[in-house]
């Protein structure tokens, strides 16, 4: 179950994680048998792709496909049934009762049915007194409920850490996830124990001998930065991992579409090399051949499925490119190549500085193109933006009939139509010999040109050496602002053979914003510099990962917009001398401890526009008013003579065109609720389960108060049925900001439509930590109603938000934009 789902206490206010691992308590005695999980699981669970929407006939057509594509074969062995599975409480002797709607055979009878294709089946339980969507927990139970989950057949727990009743201290966890670690082992059936605690009390640390897998991360998400976040995470806590005891990123995302063919290769590349579980999460019912292809790579899940069992290690990262090392048995070594930047790069490393053994020249076995290449002494390819490349890597004698490694590298700078740009390519050769006869060609989109300025061919390259290559780009005046592709070429001869090898890089075509003002952080900037992780749009900069600040806050004024840097920073736009103003609120954020100053500098191409002076944390915002009449570029500097400092650039609007100083910024927000005369009549939904709502001026994104909210352990909804019909017509999401107290919250968006008031909801249950601000955002597209519901915009009748944890929540400003 997810993270971000309706999650409760956690770790109190002010508990203390213990960076040490904590000793647990003595292994209950293992099972006969073979170890379990003595490679790193596979299967399929249905969370990501259909939340609580499972059912016992999406389990059996999902075991059926699972065998006739092949994929059981291959190892995907484990069919995992999560959250929403059973009534919502217990039966008369304690017992979890299947749902018998959903599961009319109950679950024995589907266990039956999987173990009949030569497959296992997975159940979901929770550490705590409920699990994330709300149904019975095993905290107390832990007894009842492993032997039940035996006799029905289940080989597979995974055990979340919802509603989990915690101080917060690494004992505690330890306590009951052992709890439930020794009630498994008492059953006598061999049962995979999935520790599902978000990492949350550092499970690497001391959970070896408890479980056989246990979640590093949280929730992964189907985009390419949560992908990102979670490798970067994980990746070092190589150390922890081995046969029966696994670091667990996270389920596969892989086919469900909100990210590309490479970057998915990439999120399957990067488990196999992170000796990580392949669960695939999407409806294989409905995969396509390109989702089949990816989960089915042979190569790649030999990887994953090595016996020795070795995680791979981080050989090198610096500046968004990783190279991971890791040994097979036979003595191979799998090699990946990741590029996390978004554009292409060449990624390599040294051979000496892997566990290769020396070698005359090495055999690269491509695992996703099946071609074979030898280089001398450094293994490197030209990677795609988001891409990964693996290699599993042999040592040669000599480079024999095998073809020599030859990377085609490429850099380019701003494209601007009309003026277009530089194209530097870089051809070079890292095999074991010469390659004669270079030949540097470029393919250009329709109507655009490629120019060389330099030589862009070589008698003959050695090894190791390049032939470097300036292009001017042409590019006309029509062409559409986006993403295009270049294609480089280089042609050469190796012995007595032609050969070639090829890259993309992908251009992106920068124009100025249109009429209009509109807030800065809806602008794609250029480019970005940090000091300390991402620049993150609409909260503040929380650290090194992406998405981990607050809402804006200044000198205790709370900003719904703006950009979340640290000093050390530079964002560019490029305004091609369309636009007259930019109007910003500066500051450091309350967020940051007393420290240096930062001092803010709006640049308009090489002039100063406005500039802030020093500020200091606890300092009310600073407005700068910035001419840029007639510049090309907008560049935002925060600097500091110190550390890096979370410095903020909160509601930045920018006006370009001719347009009135009162027209609406873009994207036009309506306020739905604002609660500045009283609760505008909130109330729950579920008037059983309980919460309390009332106006408080303790926060507020909007006028001069908010919505205190006492929320039950278990949540609830809150909002109202509407007096009229809503017509939200023309906005694409709700949205509403939130600030949680002494304990986290879950939040999460529902409407009613129709006259049948017909519950439509979403499914990310966005989390808020201790003490932390967010906006909580839910996008129509990705509500969904039940079977037969259309989502009528134009006839909402209700608008709620989910909120829980026991403890106070404030929100305001419930908008559609």
């Known amino acids: 179950m997810r993270l971000t789902a309706l999650v409760t206490a956690l770790l109190v ?61 291959l190892g995907y062995e484990y069919v995992n049934i999560d959250d929403c599975w059973s009534l919502r409480e217990r039966g008369p002797d304690g017992r979890l009762v299947p749902d018998p709607d959903k599961f009319p055979g109950g679950i024995d009878g589907v266990a039956d049915y999987v173990h009949a294709k030569g497959l296992k089946l997975g159940i979901y339980g929770d550490a705590g007194t409920r699990t994330c969507a709300g149904y019975p927990g095993s905290l107390g139970h832990e007894e009842i409920d492993a032997r039940t989950w035996a006799g029905w057949g289940v080989d597979y727990l995974k055990y979340d850490n919802c509603n989990n009743q915690s101080d917060g201290s690494q004992e505690d966890y330890i306590r009951r996830y052992t709890a439930m670690r020794d009630a498994l082992a008492r059953t006598g059936r061999p049962i995979v124990y999935s520790i599902c605690e978000w990492g949350t009390s550092q499970p690497w640390t001391w959970a070896e001998g408890v479980g056989q897998l246990w979640r590093t991360t949280g929730d992964i998400s189907d985009d ?30 892989i086919g469900n579409g909100g990210m590309t063919a490479t970057e998915y290769r990439t999120h399957m590349s990067m488990w196999a090399m992170m000796a990580a579980p392949l669960i695939i999460g999407t409806d294989l019912r409905a ?5 089949l292809e990816i989960l089915g790579n042979r190569e790649i899940i030999a990887v994953d499925q090595d016996r020795l069992g070795v995680q791979g290690a981080v050989v090198s990262d610096e500046n968004g490119l990783m190279v991971l090392d890791k040994p097979l048995a036979g003595g191979d070594r799998a090699i990946a190549l990741y590029n996390s930047t978004d554009t292409l790069a060449t ?91 270079v030949k540097v060609t470029v393919r250009t989109p329709e109507g655009w040109t490629a120019t060389a300025t330099g030589p862009s061919g070589s008698a003959r390259l050695r090894t190791d050496a390049a032939l470097e290559t300036a292009w001017r780009i042409g590019v006309p005046a029509t062409a559409a602002a986006g993403r295009h592709p270049i294609e480089i070429t280089a042609a050469y001869r190796w012995g007595r053979r032609s050969a070639g090898t090829s890259s993309e890089i992908v251009a992106v075509v920068v124009t100025a914003p249109g009429d ?22 609409d909260q503040s900069n929380g650290g090194p990962l992406e998405d981990d ?13 703006g950009l979340g840097t640290t000093t050390g920073s530079e964002i560019s736009y490029y305004l091609g001398g369309r636009c007259s103003r930019l109007v910003t609120d500066v500051g450091v954020d309350d967020e940051a401890a007393a420290g240096a100053p930062a001092t803010f500098t709006v640049h308009a191409d090489a002039r100063t526009a406005a500039t802030s002076g020093p500020m200091t944390s606890g300092q009310a915002p600073a407005t700068l008013t910035a001419d840029l009449t007639g510049a090309d570029w907008l560049r935002l500097t925060a600097e500091s003579g110190a550390a890096a400092v979370h410095a903020d650039w909160a509601s930045p609007v920018l006006t370009c065109g001719d347009v009135p100083d009162d027209s609406p910024v873009l994207p036009v927000s309506r306020t739905l609720f604002s609660f500045e005369t009283g ?45 009229e019909p ?50 909580v955002t839910e996008r129509f597209d990705q509500i969904a109603c039940p079977l037969g519901v259309t989502l009528d915009l134009a006839d909402v009748r209700a608008v709620w938000v989910f909120l829980n944890t026991g403890g106070d929540v404030h929100i305001d400003d419930v908008r559609a934009e």
């Open 516 to 537: 209009g003002r509109r807030h800065l952080s809806t602008v794609a900037p250029v480019s970005t510099v940090n000091a300390t992780g991402p620049v993150e749009a």
């Open 347 to 437: 990624v390599g490393v040294a051979a000496a500085d892997t566990g290769l053994r020396r070698a005359g020249a090495y055999r690269l076995r491509d695992l996703w193109t099946g071609r074979t290449l030898q280089a001398r002494s450094t293994i490197s390819a030209a990677v795609p933006a988001h891409g990964t490349v693996v290699y599993r890597v042999s040592p040669l004698r000599g480079p024999g009939d095998v073809p020599p490694s030859v990377v085609a590298g490429a850099a380019l700078g701003t494209v601007v139509p009309a003026d277009g740009g530089t194209l530097t390519t870089a051809v070079t050769n890292r095999g074991a010999g010469d390659v004669r006869d």
């Open 287 to 291: 995969a396509s051949a390109e989702t």
């Open 549 to 561: 600040g607050n809402l804006i806050t200044i000198g205790g004024r709370v900003y719904q917009r």
């Open 679 to 723: 609760t505008d009549g909130f109330t729950i939904a579920n008037p059983g389960d309980g919460g309390t709502v009332a106006r408080s001026p303790l926060f507020h994104t909007h006028g001069t108060s908010g919505l205190k909210v006492s929320t039950p352990v278990a949540g609830n909804w809150f909002g109202r049925p509407l007096d």
């Open 224 to 253: 390419w930065s949560s992908v990102r976040s979670i490798i970067r995470q994980n990746a070092p806590l190589a150390p922890y991992a081995g046969p029966g005891h696994w670091n667990d990123p996270d389920m596969l995302e």
């Open 13 to 73: 206010a002010g508990a203390t994680l213990v960076a040490a691992p904590v000793q647990a308590a003595a292994p209950a005695p293992p099972t006969a048998g073979p170890a379990l999980a003595a490679t790193p699981p596979m299967g399929f669970n249905n969370w990501n792709a259909f939340g609580c929407e499972v059912s016992e006939t999406l389990i059996k057509e999902t075991a059926d496909v699972l065998v006739s594509s092949g994929l059981r074969d």
């Open 726 to 775: 809503l017509d939200l017509t023309g906005t694409s999401m709700l949205r509403f900001d939130v600030r949680a107290g002494e304990v986290g919250t879950v939040g999460e968006i529902a409407i009613q439509v129709g006259e049948d008031m017909s519950w439509c909801q979403g499914g990310r249950w966005g989390w808020i930590g201790p003490h932390s601000s967010r906006t």
